[in-house]
């Protein structure tokens, strides 16, 4: 027996159908409701939208004077790390031309990192890394150069490919 709220008596013998399939569908439907259930891991992460979506990371490796790889492909829309290794005996830096990207963090070596308004750019000392992270807006192709003097002309420019 149960007991409604002011202790009153219940006889639940003649309800089964009530306490054994209808109380559990409520229950289920509250929790559907409510976002407890229901959904695939697949809507769910739709949900959440890019700022938490796969993040591409790219390793370059930058020497005197080239990047490698010197060309890099990326998907629009989805967070980048490109992480700039700076296997050379000066100071390198990395800065993609023309594209237009959401700044999420940058790291250098030495303050670990900028960012110049939307421009991705990571900068390193000789046997040091930095990284930066963002989001490319536009589709396209862009360059990649070395911003220390005389190092694009020297050969230190590469390819951003976003898809």
Same mark, same amino acid.
């Given at each position: 027996?149960?007991?409604?709220? /002011?202790?009153?008596?219940?006889?639940?013998?003649?309800?089964?159908?009530?306490?054994?399939?209808?109380?559990? %569908?409520?229950?289920?439907?509250?929790?559907? &409701?409510?976002?407890?259930? +229901?959904?695939? &891991?697949?809507?769910?992460?739709?949900?959440? +939208?890019?700022?938490?979506? @796969?993040?591409?990371?790219?390793?370059?490796?930058?020497?005197?004077?080239?990047? @490698?790889?010197?060309?890099? =492909?990326?998907?629009?829309?989805?967070?980048?790390? %490109?992480?700039?290794?700076? !296997? +050379? #005996?000066?100071?390198? !830096?990395?800065?993609?031309?023309?594209?237009? $990207?959401?700044?999420?963090?940058?790291?250098? &070596?030495? !303050?670990? /990192?900028? $960012?110049?308004?939307?421009?991705?750019?990571?900068?390193?000392?000789?046997?040091? #890394?930095?990284?930066? @992270?963002?989001?490319?807006?536009?589709?396209?192709?862009?360059?990649?150069?070395? =911003?220390?003097?005389?190092?694009?002309?020297?050969?230190?420019? /590469? =390819? %951003?490919?976003?898809?």
């Amino acid at each position: 027996m149960g007991a409604l709220e /002011g202790g009153t008596p219940v006889n639940l013998k003649g309800h089964w159908l009530v306490v054994t399939v209808l109380a559990p %569908l409520l229950v289920l439907g509250v929790l559907a &409701a409510a976002g407890g259930g +229901g959904g695939s &891991a697949d809507d769910e992460a739709a949900t959440r +939208g890019t700022a938490e979506a @796969e993040v591409q990371e790219v390793v370059v490796v930058g020497t005197e004077f080239a990047f @490698e790889p010197s060309e890099i =492909t990326v998907k629009q829309g989805q967070p980048v790390t %490109l992480v700039l290794e700076n !296997d +050379g #005996t000066v100071e390198h !830096d990395l800065q993609v031309n023309g594209l237009h $990207a959401q700044m999420m963090e940058a790291m250098h &070596a030495e !303050d670990d /990192g900028h $960012a110049i308004g939307e421009m991705v750019h990571v900068y390193t000392m000789p046997g040091a #890394t930095g990284h930066v @992270e963002f989001i490319p807006e536009d589709a396209g192709t862009f360059e990649i150069v070395c =911003t220390i003097p005389g190092h694009a002309d020297a050969g230190m420019v /590469g =390819t %951003l490919i976003v898809e």
